[in-house]
């Protein structure tokens, strides 16, 4: 139970900060869900990044190379150190400049005012709303795998997962984004630290040390893969370049984004975003192959394999000191996916649809408030059939936003893009997702569906039953498709009203027109 005390520790501190944000919170709307757009350079940066950051970061990552090797770095790690840093500059800049400009407090909100649609927006808000909640049950299922591992089970998954829950909804219940983002400057530091930490300590304590180790497991044939890319197929690895577009069309980023005070915050962002993505994913994807070289057991669950790995090579007192980082990580996110779906819930639906004129600022807050709560239970409950991490985010939440960035690039860019535009691409990523939750919950892994010539088309992965399409995810057609379908039916359909383009695209002014002198020829 010693790392559990540390744990519980720190998860009184996180939930201590919301309080003291509670303090410090104006009972007006903005304030609370956007902490009155006032978010420093730095604390820009710390916030951001641990929103990013989720179990999939820490646990996922470790859990994933820990069948698939450290070529996993190279699927997420490596293109969202590219694309998301260019994404948060290209697209980031432009959403924070049309909210302050407009008042803009969600992304549904400003395709509603882009585009001069209403029920769009709606439907808009009930898919991302839709594809937000495996974050929130990956967040559980991370808090509770944690405290039941480094406790040995003194501490089960259910009552770790709800540990973990509270103090999230508390953080978020009183202290809004202002307490998100004092919890997220602490845990940002904490996680960074410890992932290079347990490295280092759990390296030098490995038998021969971690360079001895490395150079085993590459003289022996049964594990020499996992130092490789060999387990992961070409296609697959070029289909997880489209998974960082996902990272713009989170609701907690865009909602993030709304909250610098000042553009240039962007700026260190984009900087240090890279490197702060190397010092996580790699210690993780490391640990998580060595860790199946190491334990001859092979693990029921593989995204325990970086807290086993604690357990044996570091001690109680730093596995629990690490482990709190750990399980920062975890919490990181889920502070702002909450809270981002109560401000979408509040904004875009109590709001829009006339509760805030009805019940005033203090019934807007309440609502917010409530709706924590709500969301939150009910991912609860689901975690505890505690699916695979990475099963649960990439088909559906990963694959689904990314499918949606395209969207979000014709609303900023793209003056001729329509609300239809919109509608169609939405209503191809609803329908993909349907159509891929089907399909891997009734065909078993390695199924094929449809071949040609003797070569599989349409088939299911083994081991976990991922379906894919010529060997590619899913994610690339539906990106593709997203794409192809804003553009074709917004050339088809009447644009918004010209007030409204220019509202978005103001025109440049003209050019002055000066009176030239009179050239003078000489004789």
Not at 90 to 104: K, Y
Request: with cysteine.
């Amino acid at each position: 139970m010693i790392p559990a005390l540390f744990i519980f520790a720190y998860l009184a501190v996180v939930l201590y900060i919301g309080i003291f944000a509670f303090r410090r919170t104006k009972a007006t709307g903005e304030d609370f869900f956007l902490a009155s757009r006032s978010i420093g350079h730095i604390v820009f940066f710390l916030s951001l990044f641990a929103t990013n950051m989720t179990a999939v970061a820490i646990l996922g990552s470790a859990g994933f190379s820990y069948t698939r090797g450290v070529g996993v770095y190279g699927l997420m790690a490596s293109s969202s150190s590219l694309v998301i840093p260019m994404t948060l500059f290209f697209i980031g800049t432009r959403l924070w400049a049309v909210g302050r400009r407009f008042g803009h407090m969600t992304q549904v909100a400003f395709f509603r005012d882009r585009w001069e649609c209403s029920a769009i927006g709606t439907f808009i808000f009930f898919l991302t709303a839709a594809m937000l909640i495996p974050y929130l049950i990956v967040s559980i299922i991370g808090g509770g795998t944690i405290l039941e591992a480094l406790t040995d089970g003194h501490i089960p998954f259910a009552l770790g997962g709800a540990i973990v829950a509270i103090v999230v909804m508390g953080n978020v219940f009183f202290g809004g984004m202002r307490g998100a983002v004092y919890v997220n400057v602490l845990q940002t530091l904490l996680f960074l630290s410890v992932g290079l930490t347990a490295f280092l300590v759990i390296g030098h304590n490995l038998p021969g040390g971690f360079a001895h180790t490395v150079q085993q497991m590459a003289a022996d044939p049964a594990h020499r893969f996992l130092l490789t890319r060999d387990r992961i197929p070409r296609p697959e690895f070029l289909s997880y370049l489209f998974i960082p577009l996902s990272s713009i069309m989170f609701p907690h980023m865009a909602i993030m984004c709304f909250t610098a005070k000042q553009v240039t915050a962007f700026r260190k962002t984009v900087v240090l975003y890279p490197i702060c993505i190397m010092a996580i994913w790699l210690p993780c994807c490391f640990l998580g192959a060595i860790g199946a070289y190491v334990i001859a057991k092979p693990l029921k669950i593989p995204d325990e394999i970086l807290l086993r790995m604690l357990k044996l090579h570091a001690g109680p007192l730093l596995a629990g000191v690490l482990g709190a980082g750990i399980i920062s990580a975890v919490m990181g996110s889920d502070c702002h996916q909450i809270l981002a779906l109560s401000t979408m819930f509040t904004k875009d639906v109590f709001d829009y649809y006339g509760g805030r004129k009805r019940f005033g600022e203090r019934g807007t807050v309440f609502v917010g408030r409530a709706f924590i709560l709500i969301a939150n239970t009910a991912a609860y409950f689901v975690a505890l059939r505690r699916p695979q991490i990475f099963g649960v985010v990439v088909p559906y939440a990963f694959s689904g936003f990314a499918a949606l960035a395209p969207v979000m690039v014709a609303a900023l860019f793209w003056k001729r893009s329509t609300k239809y535009g919109a509608l169609a691409a939405a209503l191809w990523v609803a329908a993909c997702l349907i159509a891929i939750g089907l399909i891997e919950h009734h065909y078993a892994p390695g199924t094929t569906l449809l071949s040609a010539g003797g070569r599989p088309i349409l088939f299911t992965m083994k081991p976990r039953g991922q379906f894919v399409i010529v060997g590619y995810l899913p994610v690339v057609f539906m990106t593709l498709g997203s794409a192809f379908f804003v553009i074709v039916v917004s050339l088809l359909t009447a644009p918004p009203s010209q007030a409204t383009v220019d509202k978005y695209f103001p025109r440049s002014e003209q050019p002055r027109h000066t009176t030239a002198a009179p050239i003078v020829v000489p004789a």
